[in-house]
DNA sequence: CGTGATCCTGACCAATTGGTCAAACTCTCC
DNA sequence: GGAGAGTTTGACCAATTGGTCAGGATCACG
């Protein structure tokens, strides 16, 4: 890939369509399943041209990750200490479900990346995105401690809803099959009950 | 593959070697990653030999899956209108997690398959397993009309359901790498924090 | 023990796949 | 408008992969 520093025109819209291409065929096949000629194909360009911007099907692999991380950690650095807690989670739960609506092919990406052992990024859950949960499960036991929200395990809490708002876009094959809806009335439904869900579990008795 | 009806001490043998060898490929690789050498190589027999009781790389996973579709649906054909529908919940929460613990390649077969669009059992989704979802949604319905749990919407329950018990087997690389616990310990915190997830959620107030 | 059915293998094949390369084309900027 | 950097491509390659096949080994059974 040319240098990131000074970037033609094209370079600029070449490289942006070939991410766009694999996040959209690495997220439907995984890794492996997924080829250098139908990523060139969604692109529009050829495989010799998609090898002159990356300089291998890792090195896309690779960028596509490390672009997305951020956006999909975002809303889990924005748990905040001001606030109330459970309002604070729910919106939480909120924001993530709204991910799982907006982004599924970033949520499917990761999803295939995790189930198969998180073969290119299990370095990164275990150092910067351990660091992040963990300071996030410690604000959340400072709130149990202040008597502010139920007694849970905060690592556990976050597991639930990470996996039941990615739910909705990693297994939309199953959702979709059992409940045939109209275009994304079920996200209503989902949000909905995740709400009562984690508000009767998270609010103090 | 040779049929069903009579077979041989070592049919019998083989086919279930190739048949374990192929869930351990399949569910860490996906179909499309596993390869016909790998899983010759897990069974002890030569590529051709795998060949000669499953005539294609799509016959042994289609033997898989339906192999052990039943199984993996078993815990919720068991969920009944006897005993009290807190508890039968809870206690359909707690044998789920324990799939996760148990079989948790099977989970991750199935974890692949759907992820990816579940390209060889969308018609069992919707046909079978939308048929079940749909008789134990009802049951779920009527308890709630009885006021004898919360009013929560059934499907989206029972997806959480699904959601956060297979969370610990699917995305198992993502918890270990965040817990770093000894070995299974973090099992018996999910079942503490599950059970005070759905018991607070569906105890009618 | 022999014979037919079952089981197994090495050699082989065609298709696919990730990747290379030299040559040609096109853009930018003086 | 021309020189040099940047961009694109067709032809090609080696490795991998799913699958075939003819023949040989082994087993069950009368």
């Given at each position: ?18 991410l ?43 960028a596509l990750?490390s672009e997305l ?137």
């Open positions: 890939m040319p240098e990131a520093a000074a970037r033609t025109r094209i370079q600029e819209k070449n490289i942006s369509a070939i766009d291409a694999a996040l959209e065929v690495f997220s439907g096949a995984g890794f492996r399943g997924a080829t250098l000629d139908q990523i060139a194909r969604a692109a529009s360009l050829s495989k010799p041209n998609l090898l002159y911007y990356f300089k291998s099907k890792e090195a896309i692999h690779r990750l991380l951020d956006t999909w950690l975002a809303p889990l650095r924005t748990l905040d200490s001001g606030g109330e807690p459970v309002d604070e989670i729910v919106r939480y739960v909120m924001r993530k479900l709204d991910m799982a609506r907006e982004l599924p092919r970033e949520s499917r990406l990761f999803a295939n990346e995790i189930v198969q052992g998180a073969p290119h990024i299990f370095d990164i859950i275990e150092g910067p995105l351990k660091a992040l949960v963990d300071e996030k499960a410690s604000l959340i036991r400072k709130w149990t401690a202040e008597g502010r929200i139920a007694e849970v395990d905060p690592y556990h809490l976050i597991f639930s809803i990470w996996a039941t708002t990615q739910h909705y876009a990693d297994f939309d094959a199953q959702v979709r099959g059992i409940l045939r809806p109209e275009r994304d009335r079920h996200f209503d439904d989902a949000a909905r009950f995740l709400t009562h869900l984690y508000r009767t579990a998270l609010t103090p008795d």
